[in-house]
């Protein structure tokens, strides 16, 4: 059951994220409970359990899941979950999407969309290289995996979104400049961010590993593919070498983070369309959360500034009301 759908005196029995927790003395009797706060995708909710408090406090911590039961009541005009029972859920019992936003498209679509792009590559090579990479355990990872943790597409599936975007954009440009290797350029947008599945893990939080802040996707997407390729027979050392230039050029400038600057055409392209799907997402998400009648969105720390909506964003009603210099 979501949060949001709980009433009082409703049966509750599900997988929550404990967000807090505190050990409150009884005022009537030795010992103390627990006091935790549980937060799902909908929301959060107070939660007591009466007994043997101090035992499962010591067994938790902030960050966990839990499988709780009980019973929804009311507390100072608040909901609060009276917990019968709470334990540690076993691996694979809840989904990651239960506690974190999600892309809005079909994930499901975007794999088999996945699928498709990988089947038609034409050139041997690439598609043999492609078909190692994108393993049946790997791409479930992959499906799963955030863009970014912050930055964009911070969520479920966003990865995957990016990726198809990415590959979209330098498709679109291949139709422009037929000097364009276009089998290369699709290969490399399709795994420039292959490191990501490693550098974050997706359990009820997005969480950056040890490896991804020691290395970095950069390096460890580069690592992927190099291996990859190694295990291939006989693939081309040319092709090999312009599609790792590929991952390591992709951000573009040094001080971005990128080991080299983009020195092949294909890189180029890459590296524009991987930063231009970025700040698409980045603003259309701003954007989004922005109340309906503003003209300007809050500042965003991340782009560094507020952006414009203007009357555009307004409601007619609200233009209607809008002062004469407006109109």
Same mark, same amino acid.
């Given at each position: 059951?979501?949060?949001?759908?709980?009433?009082?005196?409703?049966?509750?029995?599900?997988?929550?994220?404990?967000?807090?927790?505190?050990?409150?003395?009884?005022?009537?009797?030795?010992?103390?409970?627990?006091?935790?706060?549980?937060?799902?995708?909908?929301?959060?909710?107070?939660?007591?359990?009466?007994?043997?408090?101090? %035992?499962?406090?010591?067994?938790?911590?902030t960050?966990?899941?839990?499988?709780?039961?009980?019973?929804?009541?009311?507390?100072?005009? $608040?909901?609060?979950?009276?917990?019968?029972?709470?334990?540690?859920?076993?691996?694979?019992?809840? $989904?990651?999407?239960?506690?974190?936003?999600?892309?809005?498209?079909?994930? %499901?679509?975007?794999?088999? %969309?996945?699928?498709?792009?990988?089947?038609?590559?034409?050139?041997?090579?690439?598609?043999?290289l492609?078909?190692?990479?994108?393993?049946?355990?790997?791409?479930? &990872?992959?499906?799963?995996?955030?863009?970014?943790?912050?930055m964009?597409?911070?969520?479920?599936?966003?990865?995957?979104?990016?990726?198809?975007?990415?590959?979209?954009?330098?498709?679109?440009?291949?139709?422009?400049?037929?000097?364009? &290797?276009? %089998?290369?350029?699709?290969?490399?947008?399709?795994?420039?961010?292959?490191?990501?599945?490693?550098?974050?893990?997706?359990?009820?939080?997005?969480?950056?590993?040890?490896?991804?802040?020691?290395?970095?996707?950069?390096?460890?997407?580069?690592?992927?593919?190099?291996?990859?390729?190694?295990?291939?027979?006989?693939?081309?050392e040319?092709k090999?070498?312009?599609?790792?230039?590929?991952?390591? $050029?992709?951000?573009?400038?040094?001080?971005?983070?990128?080991?080299?600057?983009?020195?092949?055409?294909?890189a180029?392209?890459?590296?524009h369309?991987?930063?231009?799907?970025?700040?698409?997402?980045?603003?259309?998400?701003?954007?989004?959360?922005?109340?309906?009648g503003?003209?300007?969105?809050?500042?965003?720390?991340r782009?560094?500034? $507020?952006?414009?909506?203007?009357?555009?964003?307004?409601?007619?009603?609200?233009?209607?009301?809008?002062?004469?210099?407006?109109?």
């Amino acid at each position: 059951m979501l949060v949001k759908d709980m009433a009082e005196g409703v049966g509750v029995r599900g997988h929550y994220l404990v967000t807090r927790k505190e050990l409150i003395p009884f005022t009537s009797k030795p010992g103390r409970f627990l006091l935790m706060q549980l937060a799902d995708k909908s929301g959060e909710i107070r939660a007591i359990v009466w007994e043997q408090g101090e %035992e499962l406090a010591a067994q938790l911590s902030t960050g966990d899941v839990v499988a709780v039961e009980g019973r929804v009541t009311v507390f100072r005009e $608040s909901l609060q979950i009276v917990c019968n029972s709470v334990m540690k859920p076993l691996p694979g019992e809840y $989904s990651p999407e239960d506690f974190l936003p999600s892309t809005k498209r079909n994930r %499901e679509a975007m794999l088999a %969309e996945l699928a498709t792009l990988i089947d038609n590559i034409a050139d041997e090579d690439y598609r043999g290289l492609l078909a190692t990479v994108f393993g049946s355990e790997f791409t479930r &990872d992959f499906g799963l995996a955030p863009a970014a943790r912050s930055m964009h597409q911070a969520y479920v599936g966003g990865l995957l979104e990016h990726t198809l975007n990415v590959v979209s954009v330098c498709k679109a440009v291949a139709e422009l400049y037929p000097e364009v &290797d276009r %089998e290369l350029l699709i290969t490399g947008a399709l795994l420039h961010d292959v490191g990501k599945v490693q550098e974050y893990a997706v359990k009820a939080g997005i969480e950056i590993t040890d490896s991804g802040r020691l290395l970095g996707h950069v390096v460890m997407g580069y690592s992927l593919v190099t291996e990859a390729i190694v295990g291939l027979t006989g693939f081309p050392e040319e092709k090999a070498l312009r599609v790792r230039h590929m991952l390591l $050029s992709h951000h573009g400038q040094l001080e971005w983070g990128s080991p080299k600057q983009p020195k092949t055409l294909e890189a180029c392209i890459l590296h524009h369309a991987d930063n231009l799907d970025g700040q698409v997402s980045k603003f259309a998400e701003i954007l989004a959360a922005s109340p309906i009648g503003e003209r300007w969105t809050t500042y965003d720390s991340r782009l560094g500034r $507020s952006l414009y909506m203007g009357e555009m964003a307004m409601p007619p009603e609200a233009l209607e009301a809008a002062p004469a210099e407006r109109k």
